[in-house]
């Protein structure tokens, strides 16, 4: 659809440069009763990566990310330090310096394409809003406008003219979802997260959609955060993932080496549950155990109830903390799926 | 969502409600014992005397005893009360299970009739009703059965509805177990929580209307110690008797109040569709 | 289109309902409707030749069609104690009470609104529990009550608004085309007048408004709490949207539009309530007649009055129901 070509772009990033957005050792509590429900995570994303984020439901995912930008009411930063293109937010009224660069560096996809246009509000009257609120184009001006217009061609939204004076319900999900993106990246953001963008699409839109948000953000250049439960859809799109589980980031791993190399058991007994071309129904596994929802605490690790390796130390000591800036690491203190050189 | 259980009352706010509202119900049923006076017996040479150590809440124009009139009052102000919650209780529960139970055009003709008749001004309409059989406190309560019945009906209804749609319906279906039974084993004990809350909250407003019809002059009749009526019969006394006025306001909004607060009370704590907050 | 053409069905259903409620209240409930429409001091000759008159020795359905007929035509009866047809009675006395509804409305729409948007969007807080224990306990007070109470307090006493009355001894001539004080002042370009017949209802418009009132705020914070959960409000605060414009632009006029169905339906009611309200400030209008009515037992005028008031709540829900569709037509089909 999108004849650009995008760039070349390389699953390993340089270490050396700055991470986009740098996360060390971040706790997220709830405002009702102070419980942790999101601990010690570290991650790094960098410029133009593109970095999944899975975990079960009720792993935190969307409690982590939606804290973390600043757009949840019932939880806040209870400790770690985030930095953005290096510089570092307060956590004293982070969630008001986090706010300040929502629709400037950052964009934001929500999960839901039937609840999340504005239903009294033409489409159009949604994107200049956008335009406006980034770039300050007055909201009925032609600039404004022609902008917008071209953002819903840029999408493949056919007719966009038309479209800018429809309401949002006169669209299939998967053209809402759309739209919704037209929006995100109206506002030129640095980094887009996209909060489980295709879950409520059907299997073959939600394939459409995916390339549509990886194709346009390398050309573009931009760095994307995607969270996900389905970790087949995101090792097909992703540079590096994070895996959440209890409120844990138990590893961090290059997509590359899913499958091909020793990663973190939680992960590797997620992949062993995705039925593959190349697996037969056999080899399928299931995990064994109730999952452990967030804020599983700091004590030991959350997976070890579940795990086949458990050793008593997994369910006592800390776990192992990441330093990593654009590779991988396995939060396992026996050591199992840790990078070696 | 996390929600921790809670207990019922959750603060000093809801607490006192509960205490008001026992007290209230105490009241009504001893209401005549417990007066110090006859409520009824007119005695002009103590017309209109302030509260003082023997007349607690001061005395009417005619010399009658405030204090005993209301706690005498509590008693009819309550009771009509629940027998209008208790009659529409029966009719629009019946109206509205055997709705749900016939379905088909039957049961949309019900619910369109209960849409059109719930809309009107309850007010309004028990006015007409209570002002075409004579006024009466009987006649005020017929009144309100008689405009009140679409609540539960629509109530009812829905819920039937509702489990009738439900899966192990359909097995006691398989079993043949009739229809009679299924409400008795089904629907009640499932409707019981909504319709508790219903009732609670109605306490409230139609106390209010019964009081309202009284002032009019279309429910309970004037010597009657009715607190609506109460209120009608010291409007003239107002500049030099204020506490006629008052006391019988203040009864009615805090049993208002009280049952209100309950209601609310019991709509978090047992109704799975309200607003929980975070 | 299929949607007015329902709305309009429906109220012409209903309309039947009223008049099925109506001939209910003057032809059947009453023992001897006869007796009743003849007066108290009727000898038996007089009470034969109404029931003639009536259709009384005719079937039922008979009666139901005749009645139809009557009020299709604007007949209601004559008064036995203004002497008047008692439609010409209503007309009269209809635009003071629309007039104290109308301001009464004001007050709650002013007031419930933004209240209700505001305990929304802070949904928990303390603000949010104080607006609903006063709210609650405004829809426990007596209505009647809190208006003898306003009147003996803050008109009597510390004399900020007038006793009661429409208007003052010294505009008693004023008179004006349409019988609506407000709009007649305006219109002749009397602002005196104009100031005076709004003190006039000030209090009795606060009382009418406070029941109501408490009802819209948590009418208005239930729809409004609804759609701060929606996933639009999230997006446009990651558009990097205010707080400010969220809540006005966003969430308001999503969540007015359920809310402002019920304010519709409380016209009606309120026009049904002022018969607790207008009596005690001594003002004409539709409450007081049904009032009079009642004491003179002229069942005729008490049934006119349902049957306004009915009217009146079919037109205001059938108009604000067009008024919100032609606002905006795709949020009803979403339903």
């Known amino acids: 659809m999108m004849t650009a070509p995008a760039p070349e772009m390389t699953t390993e990033t340089d270490p050396a440069m700055t991470p986009l957005l740098d996360l060390s050792d971040v706790t997220i509590a709830l405002r009702q009763n102070d419980r942790k429900m999101v601990t010690g995570v570290s991650l790094s994303v960098m410029p133009r990566e593109v970095f999944g984020i899975v975990g079960e439901s009720g792993s935190g995912k969307t409690l982590f990310t939606r804290t973390v930008f600043g757009l949840h009411e019932d939880t806040y930063l209870a400790g770690g330090t985030v930095r953005f293109n290096g510089r570092a937010l307060p956590l004293n009224g982070y969630r008001r310096a986090i706010k300040k660069m929502l629709g400037k560096e950052i964009g934001y996809i929500p999960q839901d394409p039937y609840s999340s246009l504005n239903p009294s509000m033409r489409v159009g009257r949604q994107l200049t809003e956008a335009l406006y609120l980034s770039k300050g184009y007055p909201m009925r001006s032609q600039k404004a406008q022609d902008a917008a217009v071209a953002l819903l061609a840029e999408v493949g939204i056919p007719e966009p003219e038309l479209a800018f004076r429809q309401y949002p319900d006169q669209f299939s999900g998967g053209m809402r979802q759309r739209i919704v993106i037209a929006i995100a990246l109206s506002q030129d953001p640095e980094l887009m997260i996209a909060d489980e963008p295709t879950t409520a699409l059907d299997a073959f839109t939600q394939r459409r959609i995916m390339d549509l948000i990886l194709e346009r953000s390398r050309t573009r250049g931009l760095a994307v955060l995607l969270i996900s439960h389905n970790l087949e859809l995101l090792r097909q799109s992703v540079d590096r993932l994070g895996v959440l589980y209890g409120g844990q980031l138990l590893n961090v791993a290059a997509t590359a080496d899913i499958g091909a190399r020793e990663i973190h058991p939680y992960t590797q007994a997620l992949f062993d549950c995705v039925p593959g071309r190349d697996k037969r129904l056999a080899d399928i596994a299931s995990i064994p155990g109730e999952p452990v929802g967030a804020g599983f605490g700091t004590t030991g690790c959350a997976f070890a109830g579940r795990c086949a390796f458990a050793q008593d130390i997994c369910r006592s000591a800390p776990l192992v903390t990441n330093t990593d800036r654009g590779t991988g690491f396995s939060a396992c203190v026996l050591g199992k799926g840790a990078r070696h050189g | 969502m996390l929600t921790t259980p809670r207990s019922y009352p959750k603060s000093w706010v809801e607490w006192t409600a509960i205490v008001i509202a026992a007290i209230i119900v105490l009241t009504a049923v001893f209401g005549g014992l417990l007066a110090p006076h006859d409520p009824l017996v007119i005695d002009f040479r103590a017309k209109l005397l302030p509260p003082s150590g023997t007349h607690w809440m001061g005395t009417d124009g005619a010399g009658r005893d405030v204090l005993s009139r209301l706690l005498t009052g509590a008693q009819l102000t309550l009771l009509s009360t629940l027998s209008v919650i208790a009659v529409v209780l029966v009719i629009g529960c019946t109206i509205g299970i055997f709705s749900a139970f016939v379905g088909g055009w039957v049961d949309n003709l019900l619910m369109r009739l209960a849409d059109i008749w719930l809309g009107f001004p309850p007010l309004i309409l028990a006015l007409g009703f209570a002002a075409a059989m004579g006024a009466s406190l009987q006649a005020a309560i017929w009144a309100l059965v008689f405009s009140w019945w679409p609540t539960y009906a629509r109530l009812s209804r829905m819920i039937t509805k509702d489990i009738l749609s439900a899966k192990y319906i359909a097995a006691a279906d398989t079993l043949g177990v009739p229809a009679w039974r299924k409400v008795v084993l089904y629907v009640l004990p499932n409707a019981f929580d909504v319709l508790i809350i219903q009732v609670t909250l109605d306490i409230a407003a139609v106390m209010l209307a019964i009081s309202g019809l009284s002032f009019i002059g279309v429910g309970a009749q004037i010597p009657t110690p009715e607190w609506g009526a109460m209120i009608a019969d010291g409007r003239d006394y107002v500049r030099n008797g204020w506490w006629i006025v008052i006391f019988p306001g203040l009864a009615i909004f805090f049993t208002a109040l009280s049952f209100n607060i309950i209601g609310d009370m019991l709509r978090r704590e047992l109704d799975p569709t309200s607003q929980r907050r975070a | ?335």
């Open chain 3, 1 to 335: 289109m299929t949607y007015i053409l329902q709305r309009i069905a429906f109220s012409l259903l209903s309309l039947f309902v009223l008049v099925l409620i109506s001939f209910l209240l003057s032809h059947i409930v009453p023992g001897d409707p006869a007796y009743v429409a003849a007066g108290p001091n009727a000898g038996a000759e007089k009470i034969a030749e109404i029931r003639a008159e009536m259709g009384l020795d005719k079937p039922v359905a008979t009666q139901f069609f005749i009645y139809l007929g009557d009020v299709l035509r604007g007949d209601f009866g004559t008064s036995w104690f203004t002497h008047q047809p008692i439609l010409q009675d209503i007309a009269q006395e209809l635009p003071p009470s629309l007039e104290l509804v109308l301001v009464a409305m004001v007050i709650n729409l002013v007031v419930s609104l933004p209240v209700g948007l505001l305990t929304a969007r802070f949904n928990g807080s303390r603000f949010d529990d104080l607006v609903r224990l006063v709210s609650i306990a405004g829809a426990g007070l007596p209505i009647f009550w809190t208006a003898i109470l306003l009147q003996q307090k803050v008109a009597a006493d510390w004399k900020l608004f007038p006793v009661a009355g429409r208007l003052s001894f010294e505009h008693r001539r004023f008179e004006g085309q349409t019988g609506f004080t407000l709009l007649d002042s305006l219109m002749q370009g009397r602002l005196d007048v104009f100031f005076d017949a709004l003190a006039h209802l000030m209090l009795p418009a606060f009382a009418l408004a406070l029941l109501f009132t408490a009802v819209g705020v948590r009418i208005t914070r239930t729809s409004m709490i609804s759609e701060f959960k929606k996933d639009y409000v999230t997006l446009a605060r990651a558009k990097g949207a205010s707080e400010g414009r969220v809540m006005f632009r966003h969430v308001f006029p999503n969540g007015a539009t359920p809310a402002l169905t019920v304010f519709g339906m409380q016209f009606g009611w309120m026009l049904g309530t002022t018969v607790l309200v207008e009596e005690i400030f001594g003002r004409p209008g539709i409450g007081r007649y049904a009032v009079k009515a009642v004491t003179q037992s002229d069942i005729h005028g008490v049934v006119a009055v349902v049957f306004v008031v009915g009217l009146f709540f079919l037109v205001a829900n059938l108009v604000v129901d067009l008024l919100l569709y032609a606002i905006n037509p795709r949020k009803h089909l979403e339903g």
